[in-house]
């Protein structure tokens, strides 16, 4: 019999804070984290984003750790810390802890050091770049420094698979406690996408809005980038009871298909896959739903793709769903954005709180479901699922039970 899988632990970093409360207040708010980005867009046409506010480095790290850490190393250590003391856990002191699995997503790893470097090689014309630029910018190097500060000795990796990173990374964890190889998980993702390089090919592929992140909206002019990282402590359900920690949800199913498709484009019939597939996975009726998270970019092509999707899995019952995009609130935070995303939808199940579509205006053509546009709503929520859609077609949903 496979043990079940809840949620102990809450870390964030994000655009609307660096702590779980913070995130959760901003939602619950309905405030949004876009912004001028200010002199990092000189050059490009991308003049706003959602990047952590007054950020300083200095304030949590020596120059020693700076030295090995990007910025998205970063945010990942913040948000294990913070995840990690919520569930009650102590790092290099639990037994626990030191068998656990850290499996961390990143879209795009460390660019903000891969960009240094080729600004000294190829604008200062120097010669030599700084010895630890490897194990600084390497997609791993998240998971390993997250390893290394927690006293982690399980299986610990890193998840690339763009925009749904973080979700398989929730995945991978949530299958590997299932199996009982580990009893403890941190998951999650991690991202700083703000290099002018990473800008310019945003800007090339002509899905970035000029003004601000409207999903579902029939104004809605494109994406919009984030930064952060969200982590997760997931444990079993009886490793959590023996301990007499606080449960915040039940993890109860996952499903991952892909496209096999179009590289950008989704597929309504991969992403209504994906959903049926928590669904079944978790035991659960489609009409039980109560709230869906959604991708809901507010580009042209994923909203009202998405929104079929939703109808074909919920039939009658997708027009009794709450659904809400939380990027219009964070932004696209890349390969972090599905874990804010998850504990967003983590939240919502703890506090009966359905965290708002900020930006809505009027439903946009092929998008008419219940969008809770720009106003939190008291609703029970019981059941609900996270949706996490990647270019390259590749389709990462999670579904959450109220724990009892």
């Known amino acids: 019999m496979q043990r079940r899988v809840v949620v102990t632990g809450l870390g964030v970093v994000c655009g609307l804070g660096t702590t779980v409360d913070d995130y959760w207040a901003a939602l619950s708010a309905g405030q949004s984290a876009i912004r001028p980005i200010g002199h990092l867009g000189e050059g490009t046409r991308i003049s706003i984003g959602a990047m952590v506010p007054d950020f300083d480095p200095g304030q949590h790290f020596s120059s020693a750790e ?4 990007d910025r998205f190393s970063q945010f990942a250590l913040l948000a294990a810390r913070e995840a990690l003391a919520d569930a009650g856990l102590a790092a290099r002191q639990d037994a626990a802890v030191t068998h656990a699995a850290a499996i961390i997503g990143t879209g795009c790893g ?12 190829y604008k200062e014309n120097k010669s030599h770049v700084h010895p630890l630029t490897i194990p600084k910018g390497m997609p791993s190097a998240a998971a390993s420094l997250v390893s290394h500060d ?11 698979s763009a925009c749904a990173s973080a979700a398989h990374a929730v995945i991978q964890g949530q299958l590997m406690i299932r199996s009982g190889m580990v009893d403890v998980a941190v998951v999650g993702g991690s991202d700083a996408p703000f290099t002018y390089g990473l800008l310019k090919a945003w800007e090339a592929l002509r899905v970035v809005s000029h003004d601000t992140c409207r999903p579902f909206s029939r104004d809605r ?16 359900e009886q490793h959590a009871v023996q301990r007499g920690i606080r449960i915040y949800a039940e993890l109860a199913g ?10 950008t484009r989704p597929d309504v019939d991969g992403i209504a896959c994906a959903i049926s597939r928590a669904l079944n996975d978790a035991g659960l009726a489609a009409d039980r739903v109560d709230y869906v998270n959604a991708h809901g970019t507010g580009t042209p092509a994923n909203d009202p793709a998405e929104t079929a999707a939703l109808h074909r899995v919920f039939g009658a019952h997708a027009n009794a769903l709450s659904v809400s995009s939380t990027k219009s609130m964070h932004g696209h935070a890349l390969g972090a954005t599905s874990a804010l995303e998850l504990i967003a939808t983590v939240l919502a199940i703890q506090h009966d709180l359905i965290p708002p579509t900020a930006n809505f205006t009027i439903p946009g053509e092929g998008c008419d479901l219940d969008y ?24 990462a949903v999670l579904a959450l039970t109220n724990w009892k």
């Open 66 to 69: 700076l030295s090995l850490l």
């Open 110 to 121: 460390g660019k903000q050091t891969d960009e240094a470097t080729y600004a000294r090689l």
């Open 150 to 160: 927690l006293g982690i000795k399980g299986p610990v990796f890193s998840v690339t």
């Open 221 to 236: 002019s494109g994406m919009v980038l984030g930064e952060g990282s969200g982590m997760l402590v997931l444990e079993s």
């Open 254 to 263: 996952c499903g991952m298909t892909s496209d096999a498709g179009h590289i």
């Open 372 to 395: 809770v546009p720009n106003k939190a709503r008291s609703q029970r929520v019981d059941i609900a699922v996270s949706n996490a859609f990647a270019f390259g077609g590749l389709n």
